[in-house]
């Protein structure tokens, strides 16, 4: 089954939620199981009634990999596993695995809790799901069962992202989920080797994004702070829990440790030091310098940043708070919106990616009148900055990881349609393989001209490579191997002849040709005989040449000596027609002698 | 395919193995035993030591030996900077190395010797925590030595004259193993040389070598990221298990199930690090004595009138039980002074082969004085002999200062202004009452085995297995508690000689749980290492190597081992040296103090035993089995402390790797020469009594030795191509197939052929003898002429008068007969006539 078959259930051709179908080799495996934040019903989850209309979902899917925590990648899969009844294998990271229960309990909340939806899954649920992950580490190369190996690689863009190198039989998918090609504060690059992968499926979140230096967006982002407190503004910066917001505490954290400044800094989340621990714990998962110096010094205590109150909202004063969640969509970030966004001495900063139907997206396409469920209004007078503090790779580092893993067919998923149809054009133009981006729902057909194992006798490969040595060294000849082809097990080999006859337990036919010479020679056949032996020593050297009773015998070659003490005798050369080379060069031998 | 063993040392094992083309390291392992025969380094002058009267052999005046041989109560020593015993270099030329493959950290301290300066241009793989735990090990020992000049007792630090003269000292000196070939240790920027070539690795992960092999590190239970190697071929498997654990071989207790949500409050040896190798789970025989530690209430010894004679019962179980005693003897009472129970008069004479047995005699360990024997009493805490002795100890305080000159004024804990009361802020998580603890038996992991990745290998070959046979980790575990226990109690302080990693996480764990429960929970515990914060800190970040219990603290998050709360609280202090300002300051006994090197001869460990060697109310207990403990302490002698062994090696003993070995049911077995059996032993398993435990298999075993190389018969008779897609039409079952071939890199692909191809290239396939009448035809197409054709009783005969040709073509071959000149015709007719009615297959 040379097929690749990619069918998006969400991401394709879009940012909301990441779900992707992939069956190869006989293997269905789902990329991802993410939410859609922009939604508030059933279109929040990746539709699975399209896997099997009815009936149980864990025959058609053979296993489940989740590439990171972020709730449009992981968010789903409470759903599936308790709700829908998957009851398969599941995949993540460790600290995917820690962290991902913590996000979706937050969510969990913010959804029942304050905006009282039902059917949705309960925290007995979340925890019965975790329950059932296999967690798996980087370069681990993981049978999920006979045919089918996973094997996690870094990917950089938050704690415990990987991507995933999938293998069915001889054909392989790589699937980078979100991933990120610059290292920054606190994370390394993502890495890959030369896998080379029949289809690698990338994220394209940034395809036609070309981001300005780090140090550059991160002094933007200082300086725009700055000016906002110095003249008494408050700065709200929605974050989610882990990832880009200890990144930008540290950053502030330095900043305001350089700069000697006394303006109040804010977590607001009761998470944070749980969510420090994660890093502390998972340091090994951070990037090189973090790493070297966690025995000194813990990055992650921070000195500046406090804990927020919810009652801290109304006080006058500049001051900067982070608040979850990052898209401003429910909880504490949009309640604080709510109050700070009519004054426009105040900023929000968006550091992320905004999916469509969040109070984010709005505000970042120039919303100037935000309307709320109950018809509240909030007119946005405050600043508002976007600035890229995703860890997407941008359109280098897809080219880049590109190079790295040297697929042979590229998928984009997780991005606009508009900047993928660039990205692809790209790809297609400078790496000459092809490019695909379908859209969600639509299946898209690989064909991977496969390489079939196939095993070679190793008597086979040495008489070629006697042969070929044999001939004086031309760095053009070919190579080449003859052999028969058998199947047994399923498994082919490439055997010779008597290999084969043995195999299948037939004896071979044997053809032997016999020549006579004519030999003046007087005393006994044997005394001949031993002369013989002397001149055929002489002639092949580094052969075996056995002698008895008269009879010499070189490999198949038989040589017989007859005849009366005292007359001529007669010698029976006798070869089979495989030895053909050697039998005739030894009768050309002995015919030389006689004559 | 060849090993070749590089050491003789089968606990720090070294083989090579020439395999598929490529030369593979396994292990690097470094023996330090050689260190035994120097005298000890002190990290400050000892004036003991220095004290110490030279040695030169009678009769012997040479002036180069002057000043290198030191004795010390009739015992000789060299008087230098020790030595130790790398890997054999001329067997294998270490430029020729392709790879080398660690399987843990105690296996890889001669990495420098081999890697720097020889040539070496290979590639050294390891996972991770191997490699920083490694780092930390090699970079302990090469800071003590780079700080320790020379000698300890004045020796310039090269002394070399003594290995000339070997046949002339005393023994045990002149029978150390070939110390011409002993090394100093290298230096510290060799070292990091040597561990920047290392290539970290998961477990799991399939390291591709020279695309000839694949290499994957196994998790091996022993451990942090300690792993089996697996090397494979698509026809070939060769396993190396070195270090591995499956304590899962033990009955399962009852009380793990009962209560399995306070695993740390005992004091069961439960390995921390080490994801069990997974294995079958042994059934589930409930522990024999299991309803007896049920039913048996706490109670004063003696006063119950069920038990009257508690001592001589439990000896008897003790002998019996098939588990072991130490949860029997455990101190289910608080510890008494000996002789003044009435229910456990005078230890008697009868030996119990278990009881440990405290030295503080110059003695030599063959030969042991069994007037010194004694029992210990189950209840009792095992007593050392000068106590038993002598039980009137005077008391005294210990002294309690690290500075002799400091004039320590001795004090009861709390008592003293400079040290206040001990902090009660650490409160222990879940402790459980003393007897409730005891109640629990031997432990065990509870994860079941499966050694999947290392069955069916071609070769297994095996080392690293326990080197205290003899002694089970549990009990050792709970004996030292003991000991520690009672030792402090009496106001004494407690020395353990430890590396900076591995079973110390373990120890700090339940020592400080069993101290908690003994009501000793004011007892500081200090940790003392260059790479001591770096040690601590870096278990507490290793989630993913540790087994699942521990692993599910992470999850909360929470550290997986106690020891950074342990730090947080003040109970435990760690420094780099005894003599940092910051530690000395809070320094205080009694107190128990971890610190190394195991060898006593250089480190902390020397100072404070030099310190404390005088007083009886100290103890040191040895736990790390890598050097024998008599050895250890010989050059400290006469010691008055208390001396306890407890080696804690968690290594498979020989009745769990001969169960390994039979469920991994490999095709060869290698292992060091000391684990084979024993030369003429008949048959696998033929042990008599009287013979050494070792390795058995129902399979061919080679033993190994030093400088020693064995081969392996190759089974081999396939290797692995790919054909291209543009073959795959060509690919028939049951036909010929022709080929190009393309290697490269080992790796071999199967293209279609080069066209055009020589019809005389093909070579044939003469299955079946030629059909009669078609080789009639094909003969006079090749202008040979009518061939008379008579029928024969196995088939025909052809006859070509013209060429005085004849053909016997039988079923099973066919014989021609013919001038040589007429030859290459007949073949071109056999070949057609084939071909054109080829034989099936
Ligand atoms: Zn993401």
């Given at each position: 089954?040379?097929?690749?078959?990619i069918t998006?259930?969400?991401a394709?051709q879009?940012?909301?939620?990441?779900?992707?179908?992939?069956?190869?080799?006989?293997?269905?495996?789902?990329l991802d199981?993410?939410?859609h934040?922009?939604?508030?019903?059933?279109?929040?989850?990746?539709?699975f009634s399209?896997?099997?209309?009815?009936?149980?979902?864990?025959s058609?899917?053979d296993c489940v990999i989740?590439s990171?925590?972020?709730l449009?990648?992981c968010g789903?899969?409470?759903y599936?596993?308790e709700m829908?009844?998957?009851t398969?294998?599941?995949?993540?990271?460790?600290?995917?695995?820690?962290?991902?229960?913590?996000?979706?309990?937050?969510?969990?909340?913010?959804?029942?809790?304050?905006k009282?939806e039902?059917?949705?899954?309960?925290?007995q649920?979340?925890?019965?799901c975790?329950k059932k992950?296999t967690a798996?580490?980087l370069?681990?190369s993981?049978m999920?069962d006979?045919d089918?190996?996973?094997?996690?690689?870094?990917a950089g863009h938050?704690?415990?992202?990987a991507?995933f190198?999938?293998?069915?039989?001889?054909?392989?998918?790589?699937?980078?989920?979100?991933?990120?090609m610059?290292?920054d504060?606190h994370l390394g690059a993502?890495?890959?080797?030369?896998?080379r992968?029949?289809?690698l499926?990338?994220?394209?979140?940034?395809?036609?994004?070309?981001?300005d230096s780090k140090?550059c967006?991160?002094r933007?982002?200082l300086k725009?702070v700055?000016?906002c407190?110095?003249?008494?503004?408050?700065?709200?910066i929605?974050v989610?829990?882990?990832?880009?917001?200890?990144?930008?505490?540290?950053?502030?954290e330095?900043?305001?440790?350089r700069?000697n400044?006394?303006?109040?800094?804010?977590?607001?989340?009761?998470l944070?030091e749980?969510a420090?621990n994660?890093y502390?714990m998972?340091?090994?998962?951070?990037?090189?310098?973090?790493?070297?110096?966690?025995v000194?010094?813990?990055?992650?205590?921070?000195?500046h940043?406090?804990p927020?109150d919810?009652?801290?909202?109304?006080?006058?004063?500049?001051m900067?708070?982070?608040?979850?969640?990052g898209?401003?969509?429910a909880?504490?970030?949009?309640?604080i919106?709510?109050?700070?966004?009519?004054?426009?001495?105040?900023?929000?900063?968006?550091?992320?990616?905004?999916?469509?139907?969040?109070?984010g997206?709005?505000?970042?396409?120039?919303?100037?009148k935000v309307?709320?469920?109950?018809?509240?209004?909030?007119?946005?007078k405050?600043a508002?900055?976007?600035?890229?503090?995703s860890?997407?790779a941008?359109a280098?580092?897809?080219?880049?990881?590109?190079?790295?893993?040297?697929p042979?067919?590229?998928?984009l998923v997780h991005?606009e349609?508009?900047?993928m149809?660039?990205l692809?054009?790209?790809i297609?133009?400078?790496?000459?393989?092809n490019?695909?981006?379908p859209?969600?729902g639509?299946?898209?057909?690989?064909?991977?001209p496969t390489?079939?194992?196939?095993?070679i006798?190793?008597?086979?490969?040495?008489?070629?490579s006697v042969?070929?040595?044999?001939?004086?060294?031309?760095?053009?000849?070919?190579?080449?191997?003859h052999?028969i082809l058998?199947v047994?097990?399923?498994?082919?080999?490439?055997?010779?002849?008597?290999?084969v006859?043995?195999?299948?337990?037939?004896?071979?036919?044997v053809?032997?040709f016999?020549s006579?010479v004519?030999?003046d020679?007087s005393?006994p056949?044997?005394?001949?005989?031993?002369?013989l032996?002397?001149?055929?020593?002489?002639?092949?050297q580094?052969?075996?040449?056995?002698?008895?009773?008269?009879?010499i015998s070189?490999?198949s070659v038989?040589?017989?000596?007859?005849?009366e003490?005292?007359?001529?005798?007669?010698?029976?050369?006798?070869w089979?027609?495989?030895d053909?080379?050697?039998?005739s060069?030894?009768?050309?031998?002995?015919?030389?002698m006689?004559? | 395919?060849?090993v070749?063993?590089?050491?003789?040392?089968?606990?720090k094992p070294?083989?090579?193995?020439?395999f598929?083309g490529?030369?593979i390291?396994?292990?690097c392992g470094?023996?330090a035993q050689?260190?035994?025969?120097?005298?000890?380094?002190?990290?400050?002058?000892?004036?003991?030591?220095a004290a110490?009267?030279s040695?030169?052999p009678?009769?012997i005046?040479?002036p180069?030996?002057?000043?290198?041989?030191k004795e010390?109560?009739?015992?000789?020593f060299v008087?230098?900077?020790p030595?130790f015993?790398?890997p054999?270099e001329q067997?294998v030329?270490f430029?020729?190395l392709?790879?080398?493959?660690?399987?843990?950290?105690t296996?890889?301290?001669?990495?420098p010797?081999v890697?720097?300066?020889t040539?070496?241009?290979?590639?050294?793989?390891?996972?991770?925590?191997?490699?920083?735990?490694?780092r930390f090990?090699?970079?302990?020992l090469?800071?003590?030595?780079r700080?320790?000049?020379?000698?300890?007792?004045?020796?310039?630090?090269g002394a070399?004259?003594?290995k000339?003269?070997?046949?002339?000292?005393?023994a045990?000196l002149s029978?150390?193993?070939?110390?011409?070939?002993?090394?100093?240790?290298?230096s510290?920027?060799v070292?990091?040389?040597?561990?920047?070539?290392?290539?970290?690795?998961g477990?799991?992960?399939r390291?591709?070598l020279f695309g000839?092999?694949e290499a994957?590190?196994?998790?091996?239970?022993?451990c942090?990221?300690?792993a089996?190697w697996v090397?494979?071929?698509?026809?070939?498997?060769?396993?190396?298990v070195?270090?591995?654990?499956?304590?899962?071989?033990?009955?399962r207790?009852?009380?793990?199930?009962r209560?399995?949500?306070?695993?740390a409050?005992?004091?069961?040896?439960?390995?921390?690090?080490?994801?069990?190798?997974k294995?079958v789970?042994a059934?589930?025989?409930?522990p024999?004595?299991?309803?007896?530690a049920?039913?048996?209430?706490p109670?004063?010894?003696?006063?119950?009138?069920?038990?009257?004679?508690?001592?001589?019962?439990?000896?008897?179980h003790?002998?019996?039980?098939?588990r072991?005693?130490n949860?029997?003897r455990?101190?289910?009472t608080p510890?008494?002074?000996?002789?003044t129970?009435?229910?456990?008069?005078?230890?008697?004479?009868r030996?119990?082969p278990?009881a440990p047995?405290?030295i503080n005699?110059?003695?030599?360990?063959?030969?042991?004085?069994?007037?010194?024997?004694?029992?210990?009493h189950?209840?009792h805490a095992p007593?050392?002999?000068n106590q038993v002795?002598?039980p009137?100890?005077?008391?005294?305080?210990?002294?309690?200062c690290l500075?002799?000159?400091?004039?320590?004024?001795p004090h009861?804990?709390g008592?003293?202004?400079?040290?206040?009361?001990?902090?009660?802020?650490?409160?222990?998580r879940?402790?459980?009452?003393?007897?409730?603890?005891r109640a629990?038996t031997l432990t065990?992991?509870?994860r079941?085995?499966?050694?999947?990745?290392?069955?069916?290998?071609?070769?297994?070959?095996?080392a690293?297995?326990?080197q205290t046979?003899?002694?089970?980790p549990?009990n050792?575990l709970g004996?030292?508690?003991v000991?520690?226990?009672?030792?402090?109690?009496?106001g004494?302080?407690?020395?353990?000689?430890?590396?900076?990693s591995?079973v110390?996480?373990?120890?700090?764990?339940?020592l400080s749980?069993h101290l908690?429960?003994?009501?000793?929970s004011q007892?500081?515990?200090y940790?003392?290492?260059?790479?001591?914060?770096?040690?601590l800190?870096?278990?507490n970040?290793l989630a993913?190597w540790?087994?699942?219990?521990?692993?599910?603290?992470v999850y909360v998050?929470e550290e997986?081992?106690?020891?950074?709360?342990?730090a947080r609280?003040g109970r435990?202090?760690?420094a780099a040296?005894?003599?940092?300002?910051s530690?000395?300051e809070h320094f205080?006994?009694p107190c128990?103090?971890?610190?190394?090197?195991?060898?006593?001869?250089?480190?902390a460990?020397?100072?404070?035993?030099e310190?404390?060697?005088?007083?009886p109310a100290?103890?040191?207990i040895?736990?790390?089995p890598d050097?024998?403990y008599?050895e250890?302490?010989?050059?400290f002698?006469?010691l008055?402390m208390?001396?306890?062994?407890c080696?804690?090696?968690?290594s498979?003993?020989?009745?769990?790797c001969?169960?390994?070995?039979?469920?991994l049911?490999?095709?060869?077995?290698?292992?060091?020469e000391?684990?084979?059996?024993?030369?003429?032993?008949a048959?696998a398993?033929?042990?008599?009594a009287?013979?050494?435990a070792c390795?058995?298999?129902?399979?061919?075993?080679?033993?190994?030795?030093?400088?020693?190389?064995a081969a392996?018969?190759?089974r081999?008779?396939?290797?692995?191509?790919?054909?291209?897609p543009?073959?795959?039409?060509?690919l028939?079952?049951r036909?010929?197939l022709?080929?190009e071939l393309h290697v490269r890199?080992?790796?071999?692909?199967?293209l279609?052929?080069?066209?055009?191809l020589?019809?005389?290239?093909?070579?044939d396939?003469?299955?079946?003898?030629?059909?009669?009448?078609?080789l009639?035809?094909?003969?006079?197409?090749e202008?040979?002429g009518?061939?008379?054709?008579e029928?024969s009783?196995?088939?025909?005969v052809?006859h070509l008068?013209r060429?005085?040709a004849l053909l016997h073509v039988e079923r099973?071959?066919?014989?021609?007969?013919?001038?040589?000149?007429?030859r290459?015709a007949l073949?071109?007719a056999?070949?057609?006539?084939a071909?054109?009615?080829p034989?099936?297959?």
């Amino acid at each position: 089954m040379p097929d690749i078959k990619i069918t998006p259930l969400g991401a394709g051709q879009d940012v909301g939620r990441s779900c992707i179908l992939l069956s190869m080799g006989g293997k269905n495996i789902m990329l991802d199981c993410g939410m859609h934040m922009g939604y508030n019903d059933e279109r929040r989850f990746p539709d699975f009634s399209y896997i099997v209309p009815e009936g149980p979902i864990t025959s058609q899917i053979d296993c489940v990999i989740i590439s990171h925590f972020h709730l449009d990648h992981c968010g789903a899969l409470p759903y599936m596993s308790e709700m829908i009844g998957y009851t398969g294998p599941i995949y993540m990271t460790h600290p995917t695995k820690a962290i991902a229960p913590i996000l979706l309990e937050d969510m969990r909340k913010v959804a029942v809790e304050r905006k009282g939806e039902s059917n949705f899954f309960t925290s007995q649920m979340i925890k019965d799901c975790i329950k059932k992950v296999t967690a798996v580490t980087l370069h681990q190369s993981v049978m999920v069962d006979n045919d089918l190996e996973i094997k996690a690689y870094y990917a950089g863009h938050v704690l415990g992202a990987a991507m995933f190198w999938i293998r069915v039989g001889s054909q392989s998918v790589v699937y980078t989920g979100d991933y990120n090609m610059t290292p920054d504060r606190h994370l390394g690059a993502a890495w890959i080797d030369k896998c080379r992968p029949d289809l690698l499926i990338s994220e394209s979140t940034y395809a036609t994004t070309i981001r300005d230096s780090k140090r550059c967006r991160e002094r933007d982002f200082l300086k725009k702070v700055h000016e906002c407190v110095e003249k008494g503004g408050k700065v709200l910066i929605p974050v989610f829990a882990l990832g880009r917001a200890q990144e930008l505490c540290i950053l502030l954290e330095t900043y305001w440790e350089r700069m000697n400044l006394k303006y109040p800094v804010y977590f607001a989340l009761g998470l944070t030091e749980k969510a420090n621990n994660y890093y502390k714990m998972f340091i090994t998962w951070t990037n090189q310098k973090i790493r070297k110096t966690f025995v000194q010094r813990n990055m992650f205590d921070f000195k500046h940043i406090k804990p927020f109150d919810k009652t801290y909202i109304d006080n006058p004063g500049a001051m900067v708070v982070f608040a979850t969640p990052g898209m401003l969509h429910a909880g504490l970030s949009l309640n604080i919106f709510k109050k700070w966004a009519p004054y426009e001495q105040n900023m929000v900063i968006m550091p992320g990616f905004c999916v469509q139907g969040t109070v984010g997206h709005k505000i970042l396409n120039g919303a100037k009148k935000v309307e709320f469920e109950n018809r509240q209004v909030v007119e946005v007078k405050m600043a508002v900055e976007y600035m890229s503090f995703s860890a997407h790779a941008d359109a280098k580092g897809i080219m880049q990881l590109i190079q790295y893993c040297e697929p042979k067919n590229v998928l984009l998923v997780h991005g606009e349609a508009q900047k993928m149809e660039f990205l692809k054009e790209k790809i297609e133009q400078e790496f000459k393989i092809n490019c695909y981006m379908p859209a969600n729902g639509e299946t898209c057909t690989i064909n991977t001209p496969t390489k079939v194992p196939i095993d070679i006798s190793l008597r086979l490969l040495k008489a070629e490579s006697v042969r070929y040595n044999a001939q004086p060294p031309d760095p053009k000849r070919r190579r080449v191997i003859h052999g028969i082809l058998c199947v047994k097990d399923n498994r082919m080999s490439l055997l010779d002849i008597d290999e084969v006859c043995e195999e299948i337990g037939i004896s071979r036919h044997v053809i032997r040709f016999t020549s006579t010479v004519r030999f003046d020679d007087s005393g006994p056949a044997v005394k001949t005989a031993e002369k013989l032996k002397t001149l055929l020593e002489e002639k092949l050297q580094g052969w075996s040449i056995t002698i008895s009773d008269g009879n010499i015998s070189v490999e198949s070659v038989l040589i017989k000596v007859e005849g009366e003490d005292d007359s001529t005798k007669n010698i029976y050369v006798s070869w089979t027609n495989q030895d053909e080379d050697l039998g005739s060069y030894i009768l050309g031998l002995l015919q030389a002698m006689v004559e | 395919m060849k090993v070749y063993c590089l050491s003789s040392d089968a606990a720090k094992p070294c083989f090579v193995i020439s395999f598929r083309g490529l030369m593979i390291m396994l292990d690097c392992g470094l023996s330090a035993q050689s260190v035994l025969s120097f005298l000890p380094l002190p990290p400050v002058p000892s004036a003991r030591l220095a004290a110490l009267p030279s040695y030169s052999p009678p009769h012997i005046n040479d002036p180069l030996l002057e000043g290198e041989l030191k004795e010390c109560c009739g015992r000789v020593f060299v008087d230098s900077l020790p030595e130790f015993c790398p890997p054999l270099e001329q067997v294998v030329d270490f430029a020729q190395l392709d790879a080398i493959l660690i399987s843990n950290y105690t296996c890889m301290m001669a990495l420098p010797f081999v890697t720097e300066g020889t040539g070496f241009k290979g590639q050294v793989y390891a996972t991770e925590p191997t490699l920083q735990i490694g780092r930390f090990y090699l970079e302990e020992l090469s800071e003590w030595l780079r700080e320790a000049g020379g000698g300890a007792g004045g020796g310039a630090g090269g002394a070399r004259r003594w290995k000339e003269l070997l046949h002339l000292l005393p023994a045990p000196l002149s029978q150390a193993a070939r110390p011409r070939a002993w090394r100093r240790l290298y230096s510290a920027q060799v070292l990091a040389k040597a561990l920047a070539r290392v290539r970290v690795v998961g477990y799991d992960e399939r390291v591709e070598l020279f695309g000839a092999l694949e290499a994957s590190p196994v998790s091996s239970g022993f451990c942090l990221g300690s792993a089996n190697w697996v090397l494979r071929s698509p026809h070939e498997k060769i396993a190396y298990v070195s270090g591995s654990s499956t304590l899962t071989t033990h009955p399962r207790p009852i009380n793990q199930v009962r209560a399995p949500a306070h695993p740390a409050s005992s004091t069961r040896y439960v390995p921390h690090a080490p994801r069990p190798i997974k294995q079958v789970r042994a059934p589930r025989t409930p522990p024999i004595n299991q309803v007896r530690a049920l039913r048996t209430p706490p109670h004063q010894p003696g006063t119950c009138p069920a038990h009257p004679a508690p001592s001589t019962r439990y000896v008897t179980h003790a002998h019996h039980a098939p588990r072991p005693i130490n949860q029997v003897r455990a101190p289910r009472t608080p510890p008494h002074q000996p002789g003044t129970c009435p229910a456990h008069p005078a230890p008697s004479t009868r030996y119990v082969p278990r009881a440990p047995r405290p030295i503080n005699q110059v003695r030599a360990p063959a030969h042991p004085a069994p007037s010194t024997r004694y029992v210990t009493h189950a209840h009792h805490a095992p007593r050392p002999i000068n106590q038993v002795r002598a039980p009137r100890t005077p008391p005294h305080q210990p002294g309690t200062c690290l500075h002799a000159h400091h004039a320590p004024s001795p004090h009861q804990p709390g008592t003293c202004p400079a040290h206040p009361a001990p902090s009660t802020r650490y409160v222990p998580r879940a402790p459980r009452p003393i007897n409730q603890v005891r109640a629990s038996t031997l432990t065990t992991h509870p994860r079941p085995i499966n050694q999947a990745a290392l069955r069916g290998a071609d070769l297994l070959l095996l080392a690293g297995l326990t080197q205290t046979p003899a002694h089970n980790p549990d009990n050792m575990l709970g004996d030292l508690c003991v000991h520690a226990g009672v030792t402090l109690r009496g106001g004494g302080a407690v020395l353990l000689p430890v590396y900076p990693s591995g079973v110390l996480y373990d120890l700090l764990e339940c020592l400080s749980m069993h101290l908690d429960t003994a009501g000793l929970s004011q007892i500081p515990l200090y940790v003392i290492s260059p790479v001591a914060d770096a040690s601590l800190a870096y278990s507490n970040i290793l989630a993913e190597w540790v087994s699942t219990a521990k692993q599910a603290r992470v999850y909360v998050p929470e550290e997986p081992f106690p020891h950074a709360a342990l730090a947080r609280a003040g109970r435990l202090r760690h420094a780099a040296r005894l003599h940092d300002h910051s530690f000395s300051e809070h320094f205080r006994t009694p107190c128990v103090v971890f610190c190394g090197h195991p060898s006593l001869r250089f480190g902390a460990a020397v100072h404070l035993l030099e310190l404390w060697a005088a007083n009886p109310a100290h103890a040191v207990i040895f736990t790390e089995p890598d050097f024998p403990y008599l050895e250890a302490l010989a050059p400290f002698q006469p010691l008055a402390m208390k001396a306890f062994h407890c080696p804690i090696d968690t290594s498979l003993n020989y009745s769990q790797c001969n169960k390994l070995v039979r469920e991994l049911r490999p095709r060869a077995l290698a292992v060091p020469e000391q684990y084979a059996p024993p030369r003429g032993a008949a048959g696998a398993g033929g042990a008599g009594a009287g013979a050494r435990a070792c390795v058995t298999a129902d399979v061919p075993v080679l033993a190994l030795r030093r400088g020693g190389v064995a081969a392996v018969a190759a089974r081999r008779t396939l290797a692995r191509a790919a054909a291209a897609p543009a073959l795959l039409p060509a690919l028939r079952p049951r036909a010929p197939l022709t080929a190009e071939l393309h290697v490269r890199d080992n790796v071999l692909t199967l293209l279609p052929p080069p066209a055009p191809l020589q019809p005389s290239a093909e070579p044939d396939y003469d299955l079946g003898p030629p059909n009669v009448d078609a080789l009639v035809r094909c003969l006079a197409a090749e202008g040979l002429g009518a061939a008379r054709v008579e029928a024969s009783p196995a088939g025909a005969v052809l006859h070509l008068p013209r060429h005085d040709a004849l053909l016997h073509v039988e079923r099973a071959h066919t014989h021609v007969f013919c001038e040589p000149r007429g030859r290459p015709a007949l073949r071109r007719a056999l070949r057609a006539a084939a071909r054109r009615d080829p034989a099936p297959l």
